[in-house]
């Protein structure tokens, strides 16, 4: 990747953005049927909590062994080759997903502006401006990043303070009302999607000015500051919702909706362009930059064809890009509906995510030094320990959220992983008979992680690990 580097504040911004996204207009209204309407403060203050978890290994791998590509290069290398490649479908099609579940929530809210516009042409052409941003490099998408979150936070702010004057039920009553156990947990794995994002930073690691410090300071940051301000969009919504009687709550299909009760006209187009449609933007954004660098790490290891990790001048790989949008333009063409889509990218996030997690209790003996020399300076154990909390809380949120999908629901992701194993097998002997091995390549030493390891020796003197 060409080097251009982000500094600590362009992090946080770029992990507030990547947070608060599509993915809270999306999914608070679905959660809030799930959990049954008062719940959802207390859904989305569980899923921060759960988040804050399951992000500590990313954070460890992040900070000890940066690397473009991020889950996929750490279970290539740390744990095994056809790890990695489970990695690289399941970001597949949890990437591809994902951005046409933005776009899909991008023309829900423009329909508010240009009510003319049909949805999926708004959808499409939001994911085309934006690939085309990205192609311009990672300078270019963080600077679009920065000024998109600063307006987005004006925005969501007035939707608070002018909302929170509206509500028919006070926010004591709302965080004290009782809630199903098995409901909480089903939210709760709906909501957490809404609160991940800043782990883009992850797989854009070595981008990043000093990633061993940046990442876990953005890390931390960006999540606790919105996971505040979530807690606190949730209540505004279903107090003012419950306006027109309890039930009304669970009537509501997009917080545009809500927002129209208690905002002037000038003041709605504003929380509609500045809040929902940027915080789409800066959603789409990061996940291209996320998902391009994993099908970019795959492709240089010919899993996916190489042409796929050619970069263009600016650094950006340039037809990663454009394959994962297209892919989603004609996912949104084909008429995906947005519930269906947030939980079928919500399942193997939870299930395959845990197999990520495998490298926190490898790289230790691996790469020894490199990891004793990381900012995150907890003993192995604890990592260890934290680690299996992430893996349990992950498989019972994936397991509570499996019960709410319907039959077509996982029929699509089992045909998804069945084409995928068929086509390893074929590239895996299609490249032997050219005299490739494919996981070997997938296997081999990261240079740059050798370097980290042969200068952590160095820093840490006599108290270098002997392998």
Same mark, same amino acid.
């Given at each position: 990747?060409?080097?251009?580097?982000?500094?600590?504040?362009?992090?946080?911004?770029?992990?507030?953005?990547?947070?608060?996204?599509?993915?809270?207009?999306?999914?608070?209204?679905?959660?809030?049927?799930?959990?049954?309407?008062?719940?959802?403060?207390?859904?989305?203050?569980?899923?921060?909590?759960f988040?804050f978890?399951?992000?500590?290994?990313e954070?460890?791998?992040?900070?000890?062994?940066?690397?473009?590509?991020?889950?996929?290069?750490?279970?290539?290398?740390?744990?095994h080759?056809?790890?990695?490649?489970?990695?690289?479908?399941?970001?597949?099609?949890?990437?591809?997903m994902?951005?046409?579940t933005?776009?899909?929530?991008?023309?829900?809210?423009?329909?508010?502006?240009m009510?003319s516009?049909p949805?999926?042409?708004?959808?499409?052409?939001?994911?085309?401006?934006?690939?085309?941003?990205?192609?311009?490099?990672?300078r270019?998408?963080?600077?679009?990043?920065?000024?998109?979150?600063?307006?987005?936070?004006?925005?969501?702010?007035?939707?608070?303070?002018?909302?929170?004057?509206?509500?028919?039920?006070?926010?004591?009553?709302?965080?004290?009302?009782t809630?199903?156990l098995?409901?909480?947990w089903?939210?709760m794995?709906?909501?957490?999607?809404?609160?991940?994002?800043?782990?883009?930073l992850?797989?854009?690691?070595?981008?990043?000015?000093?990633?061993?410090?940046?990442?876990p300071i953005?890390?931390?940051?960006?999540?606790?500051?919105?996971?505040?301000?979530?807690?606190?969009?949730?209540?505004?919504?279903?107090?003012?919702?419950?306006?027109?009687?309890?039930?009304? +709550?669970?009537?509501?299909? %997009? !917080?545009?909706? *809500?927002?129209?009760?208690?905002?002037?006209? @000038?003041? $709605? /187009?504003?929380? =509609?362009?500045?809040?929902?449609?940027?915080?789409?933007?800066t959603?789409?954004?990061?996940?291209?930059?996320?998902?391009?660098?994993?099908?970019?790490?795959?492709?240089?290891?010919?899993?996916?064809?190489?042409a796929?990790?050619?970069?263009?001048?600016?650094?950006a790989p340039?037809?990663?890009?454009?394959?994962n949008?297209?892919?989603?333009?004609?996912? +949104?063409?084909?008429?995906? %509906? !947005?519930?269906? *889509?947030?939980?079928?990218?919500?399942?193997? @996030?939870? $299930? /395959?995510?845990? =197999?990520?997690?495998?490298?926190?209790?490898?790289?230790?003996?691996?790469?020894?030094?490199a990891?004793?020399?990381?900012?995150?300076?907890?003993?192995?154990?604890?990592?260890c320990?934290?680690?299996?909390?992430?893996i349990?809380?992950?498989l019972?949120?994936?397991?509570?959220?499996f019960?709410?999908?319907?039959?077509?629901?996982?029929?699509?992701?089992?045909?998804?992983?069945?084409v995928? !194993?068929?086509?390893?097998?074929?590239?895996f002997?299609?490249?032997?008979?050219q005299?490739?091995?494919?996981?070997?390549?997938?296997?081999?030493?990261?240079?740059?992680?050798?370097?980290?390891e042969?200068?952590?020796?160095?820093?840490l003197?006599?108290?270098?690990?002997?392998?």
């Amino acid at each position: 990747m060409k080097n251009e580097k982000m500094g600590l504040m362009s992090c946080i911004l770029m992990g507030i953005g990547s947070i608060i996204g599509a993915s809270v207009f999306a999914s608070t209204p679905i959660a809030i049927k799930i959990v049954g309407g008062h719940g959802i403060v207390i859904g989305f203050i569980l899923a921060a909590v759960f988040v804050f978890v399951r992000s500590i290994p990313e954070m460890l791998l992040g900070s000890s062994l940066p690397a473009t590509g991020g889950s996929y290069m750490y279970l290539s290398r740390l744990v095994h080759p056809i790890a990695g490649a489970l990695d690289a479908f399941n970001e597949l099609v949890v990437g591809v997903m994902k951005i046409a579940t933005m776009a899909l929530t991008f023309s829900t809210y423009f329909k508010y502006i240009m009510p003319s516009c049909p949805e999926q042409v708004s959808a499409c052409l939001a994911i085309i401006v934006f690939t085309i941003i990205s192609c311009f490099g990672l300078r270019i998408s963080s600077i679009v990043q920065n000024i998109c979150v600063a307006v987005l936070v004006v925005a969501l702010g007035c939707f608070i303070f002018m909302g929170w004057g509206n509500t028919a039920i006070s926010f004591g009553a709302v965080i004290s009302d009782t809630v199903q156990l098995s409901a909480l947990w089903a939210a709760m794995g709906i909501l957490h999607g809404s609160l991940i994002g800043a782990n883009v930073l992850v797989y854009s690691a070595e981008e990043i000015d000093n990633p061993g410090k940046s990442i876990p300071i953005a890390y931390l940051v960006s999540t606790l500051f919105t996971a505040v301000v979530y807690a606190l969009i949730g209540y505004v919504t279903v107090g003012v919702a419950e306006q027109d009687g309890f039930q009304a +709550i669970f009537a509501i299909t %997009d !917080l545009a909706e *809500v927002a129209d009760k208690f905002m002037g006209r @000038g003041m $709605f /187009l504003f929380f =509609v362009a500045g809040g929902a449609l940027l915080a789409v933007v800066t959603s789409i954004n990061s996940a291209m930059m996320m998902f391009a660098r994993i099908n970019f790490a795959a492709a240089r290891d010919g899993l996916f064809p190489k042409a796929i990790s050619n970069l263009n001048k600016h650094g950006a790989p340039v037809i990663s890009l454009w394959f994962n949008s297209i892919l989603a333009i004609i996912g +949104i063409i084909s008429g995906y %509906d !947005l519930e269906d *889509v947030v939980k079928i990218t919500s399942i193997p @996030g939870l $299930f /395959l995510t845990p =197999v990520t997690f495998l490298a926190v209790y490898t790289i230790k003996y691996k790469y020894p030094n490199a990891y004793a020399n990381r900012t995150i300076k907890t003993p192995h154990w604890l990592n260890c320990l934290l680690t299996t909390a992430a893996i349990v809380l992950c498989l019972v949120l994936g397991w509570y959220v499996f019960g709410t999908m319907e039959p077509r629901h996982y029929m699509l992701m089992v045909g998804y992983y069945a084409v995928a !194993l068929v086509y390893t097998i074929a590239r895996f002997f299609y490249l032997k008979n050219q005299g490739v091995a494919l996981f070997k390549n997938m296997g081999e030493t990261y240079k740059p992680w050798e370097e980290m390891e042969k200068n952590a020796i160095k820093a840490l003197g006599d108290k270098a690990i002997k392998k």
